[in-house]
């Protein structure tokens, strides 16, 4: 038997395991993957909840976050106000929930509707009741609210001893479900036990998780979090003030699952309630958890494999806290054990204590009850006396009961009253009718606004606030042709336009390419930006590869970008002064982060920071202008190439041989001071084969060989060790670097696939013009931790260059046009592909490989760089406008002057909008909205239902950048409407930790979504949160199609995620594809909604 293996393990115990990982993969749906904030990726913070409706996953979302999934109430009345909700909308919103009721008030009739109505736009939510003292000073004289307060004293109303069974009623069903053990004793003690708990994890995250940003790094990091948090944990003296916490850490079970089983066991969470106890243990902190979550599903991602970490080895951490110190505090403060059976006898048992208790700390209490139950709280934790206590606790509550009893049932009749009254004002009824309604009446009115409480207000404003956008949208795309136009007349072949530009179905290309199109015959596309080439990429000089795809892809191609073969004189001398750079930000860095050198530093270097610091200050675009001339000086751009092409296998094999060949030959001359005329090239070949191969006998020419250069036996086998060692010639590493170089670049077929993936996709198979630019984009900001939520999402949060550069390589070979030509997309010889990137920022567009360009198509680029630059400036006047500091439109050179310098300026919290404002995705040729002024606000697809009789493309479209649409549209939308929750605050609190993510101030949870500053705009929201509404080009019998059989895109349109319209070429017309699975037609309305 293995003696690694134990025998003392009960038999059920992996199997119980194996059940608690599947238990926390459940819980842990309630928070998202947080990716690293340098690829940072927009995304759904409720992504592992769209099975469900989505305003069930709202609920979910406030149940296990508290998080808000809608804008609060007076928000949406000032949209009312303004005419940006019309009061149709919110009827039609009410349909669903009321009902054909009517109260008969005399002379009027008031229906379900219009008192639904009026809550909304009025705001009759159920009211906060009034703090006691204030009920026992003098009230005001409102004679209306006294005549028709005392018509409601034949209404029944809470007594407090409802309220107290009530309130019971409520925590013991919610205990273990929706309120944890620690939330409880916090809110019924006053006690801070989840931020203690909160401040602890947070530590031990930030320094197990950290990649390279802290100075000195966590002790036992590669035995994961659990084991070495107990490592460093069993040596802190008292862990929040946790009796023995040394020993009790030090008896844990080696395994973490054993450790949250146990932690279960102690705190008694029936097995019915762990999975949602643990889903709110996880949404404590989930910023930590949602990196962990991310973090523990990536195998390859070289930190996890360093130091592993998992959500079972969080909550094995986090659990064992919140065993302790709930014990900790119910024993002290109630003497009672700290678990769920022991809480729920308390509030059992002690009803009258509990409730009290629970109005002391939530301050609702008299000043003078307050002191009293001050005092007998203070006796709670002595076992003495307990009955004595008891009684106590019930006599106080017996006068409480008795002396506010009547004022609190006075108050709520009053409140009612007020309700009533104010109803009547909004529905413009004379108060009158009220007074001499019949109690029942008024009852029913009541009951009807009890019933829609301002928490159930959400749903209905969004569908109205939907609506009034969507018919603005369908106004505008009835001014554009529904059907293709008539092909060119037989014999006349069609005009080729000027120009053909790709751009990103980013929401910021349409105001770019609609400025393009207008300076000339340029026609463009939008295509996700990622241009179906899927590449993990590695830039020249870098040592990292990034990953140039959306993350729910995967790549199996590599691309490397290296110095174009004229430029080798060049590359030893441009890498060692890269390399001189490089080590002084190595060293400046050291030095700051040394101990002690900071103090020598800012009397001998500090003046050496005045300048870069007065200049990003006051003279931001000029000192960025100033610092990259200095750096192209000294380190001046090498132009490149990227390995698009796969080599063959023998040239691989060769390629790989010949390295070896090349690490023996400074091998021999650096461990044995061999080289020159002494050492034969058969020599070296029989080393190489030797070292590969160390189970063969050694060859007798290697052995003559050696002698022959005066290497004993014994001195050629420790070469060849080393050779296997340290210079990696050995089968493992030659395997290895074979599957590299195999996966770097395309073959022949790869590439026409993907070509002509892309150019379907599309709809461009047809009348090419002499230039196609295929134009990522990218941005450049300062001091901007989120700076690649501005870059590619598509790309994985990375700028696109790379996958633009590839696709027109591949587009400008002959073989791939050859094999293009034979599945019918015929490319003219005089077509030339370009790569292009414009900068979101600043809105500069750069072109790439132009040596590649034949020297025909020079004017054709200068003629394309022309159009370019205007359209740039015209876009950045149009984006100016947008800016709240600036409001006003800017003339063209002031407009691009002063983009620069948002860019350059290291105080800019708002470089850019970003995708802010994103409300829809258009599938279909650009016919549909060429000319129109989105605003910026729509994904473009370019698409050809024509192209597609298969629905392939159509298919692809819906399942990919249809998602990724909708992820960057609900990061958006959860950080519109609760920042604190769902997005990450202000950026002027923000400071980064373990090169991850960022903190509110010094400590916080990692901060999930987007900044206040991109969505907001002062106090109203600048991004509209709106679902996306995805529109097609396709019949509805193909769509239909597709819905059936992806599971996705049901949860998407039948749980309401997406709203989905399709234009139909049968008849031209607009379809809505209802959650029920209908179609209806879209009616013209018959009023304007104003849309900012």
């Avoid at 592992?48 to 808000?68: A, D, I, K, N």
């Avoid at 014999?491 to 000027?498: A, F, K």
């Avoid at 870059?791 to 590839?806: I, L, M, Q, S, T």
Wanted: aromatic share 8%; glycine share 6%; charged share 25%.
């Amino acid at each position: 038997m293995d003696p690694m293996i134990r025998t003392d393990e009960p038999a059920d115990l992996e199997p119980r395991r194996m059940e608690l990982r599947g238990m926390i993969r459940l819980a842990s749906e309630v928070i998202a993957q947080y990716w690293p904030m340098r690829t940072f990726v927009h995304h759904n913070p409720l992504h592992s909840l769209e099975y469900l409706p989505f305003t069930e996953t709202v609920r979910r979302g406030q149940q296990f976050l508290g998080g808000h999934g809608y804008l609060p109430g007076d928000l949406y009345r000032r949209y009312v106000k303004s005419g940006r909700i019309l009061i149709r909308h919110i009827d039609d919103a009410l349909a669903a929930l009321a009902k054909d009721e009517e109260v008969d008030l005399g002379s009027c009739r008031i229906s379900q509707r219009e008192v639904m109505r009026a809550c909304l736009t009025h705001g009759l939510s159920r009211p906060a009741e009034e703090p006691l003292d204030r009920l026992m000073e003098c009230e005001p004289n409102e004679e209306q609210v006294d005549v028709l307060a005392e018509r409601l004293v034949a209404l029944s109303v809470p007594t407090v001893q409802d309220q107290m069974a009530a309130a019971v009623r409520e925590d013991v069903a919610a205990l273990g479900r929706d309120l944890t053990l620690s939330n409880w004793c916090d809110r019924t003690l006053g006690t801070r036990i989840v931020d203690q708990i909160n401040g602890e994890l947070i530590k031990w995250c930030e320094a197990f998780l950290d990649e390279g940003h802290a100075t000195w790094s966590m002790p036992g990091r590669r035995q994961g979090l659990y084991a070495a948090w107990k490592q460093v944990a069993a040596n802190e003296w008292a862990t929040c003030g946790i009796a023995d916490s040394r020993r009790k850490i030090a008896a844990l079970p080696e395994h973490p699952e054993d450790a949250v089983l146990d932690c279960l066991e102690a705190l008694a969470i029936p097995a019915e309630f762990r999975q949602d106890y643990l889903g709110l243990q996880l949404a404590a902190l989930p910023g930590w958890a949602g990196f962990i979550k991310w973090r523990a599903e990536e195998n390859d991602y070289a930190w996890q494999q360093a130091y592993p970490v998992g959500l079972v080895k969080f909550l094995a951490v986090r659990l064992w806290y919140v065993r302790e110190l709930v014990e900790k505090v119910c024993q002290e403060e109630l003497g009672i054990e700290g678990n769920y059976r022991a809480v729920l006898r308390f509030m059992d048992q002690e009803s009258a204590g509990y409730f009290m208790r629970k109005e002391w700390v939530a301050g609702r209490l008299p000043a003078a009850y307050a002191d009293r139950v001050a005092r007998l709280h203070a006796q709670s934790g002595s076992q003495h006396n307990r009955a004595a206590l008891s009684r106590e606790w019930e006599q106080l509550t017996h006068h409480y009961q008795i002396e506010f009893g009547p004022r609190r049932e006075r108050a709520a009749q009053r409140a009612m009253a007020r309700r009533l009254l104010t109803l009547a004002q909004a529905l413009d009824i004379v108060p009158t009718l009220l007074m001499d309604a019949h109690p029942t009446a008024l009852r029913q009115l009541l009951d009807w606004m009890a019933a829609f409480p301002e928490s159930a207000h959400g749903p209905v404003w969004l569908k109205a606030f939907e609506a009034g956008y969507q018919d603005h949208l369908f106004g505008l795309l009835r001014r554009a042709p529904t059907r293709p136009q008539p092909a060119a007349p037989d014999g006349q072949p069609p005009v080729r336009p000027q120009s053909q530009s790709v751009f990103c179905i980013d929401v910021r290309s349409e105001p770019f390419r609609r400025h393009l199109e207008s300076t000339g015959a340029n026609e463009t596309y939008g295509f996700a930006g990622f241009f179906a080439a899927l590449i993990r990429y590695r830039a020249w000089g870098k040592e990292h590869d990034t990953e140039q795809f959306p993350v729910i892809m995967r790549a199996k191609n590599e691309v490397r970008e290296i110095p174009r073969s004229y430029l080798d004189h060049y590359v030893s001398k441009h890498q060692s002064r890269a390399k001189l750079v490089h080590a002084g930000h190595t060293l400046l860095h050291d030095l700051k982060e040394n101990v002690v050198t900071p103090y020598v530093m800012v009397e001998s270097l500090g003046w050496f920071y005045v300048l870069p610091m007065m200049g990003k200050t006051f003279l931001p675009a000029l000192y960025k202008r100033l610092t990259n001339w200095i750096r192209r000086l000294f380190v001046p751009p090498i132009a490149t190439i990227l390995t698009v092409d796969k080599l063959a296998p023998a040239e691989t094999e060769e390629m790989v041989v010949s390295e070896q060949r090349a690490l023996i030959w400074k091998a021999l001359r650096d461990r044995l001071g061999l080289h020159g005329s002494r050492v034969e090239a058969e020599f070296v070949e029989a080393l190489r084969r030797r070292a590969l191969d160390e189970d063969a006998p050694v060859e007798p020419f290697l052995s003559e060989a050696a002698r022959a250069v005066d290497l004993s036996n014994e001195q050629l086998t420790t070469f060849l060790d080393e050779l296997r060692r340290h210079y990696r010639i050995n089968r493992r590493a030659a395997s290895r670097q074979k599957e590299r170089i195999t996966r770097t670049g395309f073959t022949l077929d790869e590439q026409v696939l993907t070509l002509e993936t892309a150019l379907r996709m599309m709809g461009l198979v047809r009348n090419f013009a002499r230039l196609v630019l295929f134009c990522a984009h990218g941005s450049t900001t300062e001091n901007n931790p989120f700076e690649s939520a501005l870059d590619c999402g598509a790309c994985g949060g990375n700028e696109g260059k790379p996958n633009a550069r590839v696709l027109a390589a591949m587009a400008n070979r002959a073989p791939v046009r050859e094999r293009l030509a034979k599945r019918g997309i015929i490319i003219p010889a005089d077509t030339h592909f370009l790569a292009g990137q414009v900068d979101t920022t600043t809105d500069e567009v750069q072109l790439f490989d132009l040596e590649d360009a034949p020297p025909t198509h020079r004017k054709d680029v200068a003629r394309l760089y022309d159009d370019l630059r205007e359209a740039a400036q015209l876009t950045s006047q149009e984006r100016c406008a947008r800016f709240p500091d600036v409001g006003a439109v800017l003339p063209l050179d002031k407009a691009a002057g002063h983009v620069a310098a948002r860019s350059a300026d290291w105080s800019q919290v708002r470089p850019e909008w970003g995708l802010s404002g994103n409300t829809a995705f258009i599938i279909g040729r650009r016919e549909l909205t060429k000319g129109l002024n989105l605003s910026g606000r729509i994904f473009l697809q370019s698409y050809d239902y024509r192209e597609d009789p298969t629905d392939r493309w159509l298919e692809v479209l819906l399942t990919a950048p249809q998602v990724v649409a909708q992820w960057i549209n609900m990061e958006h939308y959860f950080s519109a409407v609760d920042n604190d929750v769902y997005g990450s605050g202000s950026k002027i609190y923000h400071n980064v930790v373990g090169r991850i993510g960022i903190m509110s101030g010094p400590w916080s949870d990692l901060r999930l979504g987007l900044a206040w500053q991109t969505v907001m705009n002062d106090e109203l929201p600048y991004h509209e949160p709106m679902r996306l509404m995805t529109l097609v080009e396709a019949s509805r019998a193909r769509i239909e199609k597709l819905i059936a059989r992806h599971e996705i895109l049901q949860h998407f349109y039948h749980n309401e995620w997406v709203h989905l319209a399709a234009l139909d070429p049968e008849d031209g017309t607009w379809y809505r594809y209802m959650p029920s699975g209908v179609w209806r037609r879209v009616q013209h309305p018959s009023e304007t909604t104003q849309v900012g």
